[in-house]
């Protein structure tokens, strides 16, 4: 079945639906509701989220007029996008969307972290279409479609799909192999003017974070709201630039955007929009959908429910700053490799833990990606360079700091706002610039992202053929009781 039928102007001429510069004087109205950054989270967490209570909520929410969008990242973040459905690592999740009726969703990082031959596969189970005007395979757009145009209350609404340009630094290289990204500036507003006298309503839903909406809404012209996604910000009121309505609903299926708005001679007038929380309950009104979800929770809950020890404090993630879950994830990786330091990025490690039991299936979720051990030689000059490109992300937050074992660094921000490092200690002993040190980490780090973590492309490593999630898994079985501290291997100071 092909999803774009009856919704882009791409299979039907103009003429027979509308003049060029076709103006409809009789105000409008359309309900948008969207979502982003779902991260596979099928079942509710704390009495909030799931698919079966997001299901309920749109069903209150929804009336023929009605338009639902996804702004990406439907994948990595449950053990769902670990299971097989339909030929597809993660497919069940997309089976949810179509039971639930999603009317489109857009290409964002993590859809990729299966491989791009699992992201068609993906693309080919999902009953909606999946757009991305800037993915390009072998000269050949990725995804469905780049834009399908939709009819609601005689409105005629375009939406623009967008995927963030950085795809190629936040995905596994093999995962994304032959893949270009287009600019999405260019391509959106080739796309706006060339749709512009077909459309009433034009969206860009795009997943690229709300900084880079909100500089994308500035310097375009012709579009009226930019649904977004990957910041995983939650806007309770939308965001004006230029004149371009900028909306995001948080992460983890835990809210829902509701934008109710009147269209009049090709321009919102009156608006009004709710940032609604998903909460569960025990009302399921969609018997389809709620079988899946059960299944699958059934097979979940039997194979990785298994109690693999206990965290006796909380583990807190951190993005520029060390963190007590990063310490240990990374001594981790420096007892099992045998190395003499271990780094790893931020950006990993993808959830925080209370104190309580620990599940295998909380380490998969908190190490979902797959990542292969890594082992290198090092200088300690390139120590040096690995250091000094740390402590610049930590001052600039344009990038996640790596976490790190048996090496210790301290800093200060300089006048310029570059980084004056003071000391740098492999174990208890002061760093040697001419010195070989055996180090470890991971492959996304070390493969695919050398230049932006390390600041050089190390010359020679060697994949140990394990994943971190097990290694992981193996320390938490072995040690039991869990209490972590961050112990100031990192030290900014005035």
């Known amino acids: 079945m092909n999803k774009l039928t ?3 102007l791409i299979l039907l001429p103009v003429s027979i639906l509308a003049k060029p510069g076709f103006q409809n004087p009789q105000a409008r109205h359309l309900t948008l509701l969207h979502i982003n950054d779902m991260h596979a989270q099928y079942a509710a967490q704390n009495e909030s989220g799931g698919m079966i209570a997001l299901d309920r909520l749109i069903r ?3 009336d023929p007029g009605t338009l639902l969008l996804d702004a990406g990242d439907t994948q990595t973040g449950t053990m769902l996008s670990f299971m097989e459905y339909r030929h597809a690592l993660g497919g069940g999740f997309i089976e949810m969307m179509n039971r639930i009726g999603f009317d489109a969703t857009v290409l964002g990082n993590h859809d990729f972290d299966g491989g791009w031959p699992n992201t068609r596969i993906l693309m080919e189970i999902a009953d909606f279409p999946v757009l991305s005007a800037n993915c390009v395979l072998d000269d050949s757009l990725f995804a469905d479609a780049p834009f399908a145009i939709f009819t609601r209350n005689g409105l005629r609404i375009g939406v623009i799909g967008l995927t963030t340009e950085v795809l190629p630094g936040m995905v596994k290289r093999d995962a994304i192999r032959g893949i270009q990204v287009l600019p999405v500036r260019a391509t959106a507003q080739k796309i706006i003017d060339d749709i512009d006298d077909r459309t009433d309503l034009i969206i860009l839903l795009t997943h690229q974070g709300i900084d880079a ?13 930019i649904v977004g996604g990957h910041s995983h ?5 939308p965001k004006c630039v230029n004149g371009i309505l900028i909306v995001h609903a948080g992460s ?7 934008m109710d708005l009147e269209v009049r001679n090709d321009r919102i007038g009156n608006f009004q929009y709710r940032s609604l929380p998903v909460q569960a309950s025990a009302e399921r009104t969609n018997p389809g959908l709620t079988a899946l979800v059960d299944s699958f929770s059934t097979v979940i809950d039997a194979s990785y429910n298994t109690i693999i020890g206990n965290l006796d404090t909380p583990w807190i993630r951190a993005w520029r700053t060390e963190s007590n879950v990063g310490d240990f994830i990374a001594d981790v990786l420096k007892s099992e490799t045998g190395a003499d330091f271990a780094v790893l990025n931020s950006g990993a490690i993808r959830k925080n833990m209370t104190a309580g039991p620990v599940t295998i299936r909380d380490i998969y979720e908190l190490l979902p990606f797959g990542n292969e051990t890594v082992t290198l030689n ?11 490109r740390n402590a610049r992300s930590a001052i600039t937050g344009k990038s996640d700091i790596l976490q790190i074992s048996g090496l210790r660094y301290r800093f200060r921000e300089s006048g310029d706002g570059s980084p004056e490092i003071i000391d740098i200690r492999i174990g208890d002993s002061r760093l040697e610039p001419g010195r070989i040190y055996r180090g470890a980490s991971i492959d996304f780090v070390i493969r695919d992202q050398a230049k932006d973590y390390l ?16 290694q992981v898994i193996k320390a938490i079985m072995l040690k039991r009781h869990i209490r972590s501290t961050a112990d100031k291997r990192i030290e900014q100071i005035d």
């Open 378 to 388: 090092l200088t300690g000059s390139e120590i040096e360079k690995l250091v000094n």
């Open 6 to 8: 009856g919704l882009t």
């Open 213 to 225: 909406d909100s500089t994308l809404a500035a310097g375009i012209h012709d579009a009226d709201i």
């Open 233 to 237: 910000t939650l806007l309770k009121k």
């Open 252 to 258: 983890r299926t835990r809210f829902l955007g509701r």
């Open 455 to 470: 600041g050089f492309v190390p010359d020679d490593f060697e994949l140990n053929g394990y994943l971190l999630h097990e």
């Open 60 to 62: 209150e929410n929804r």
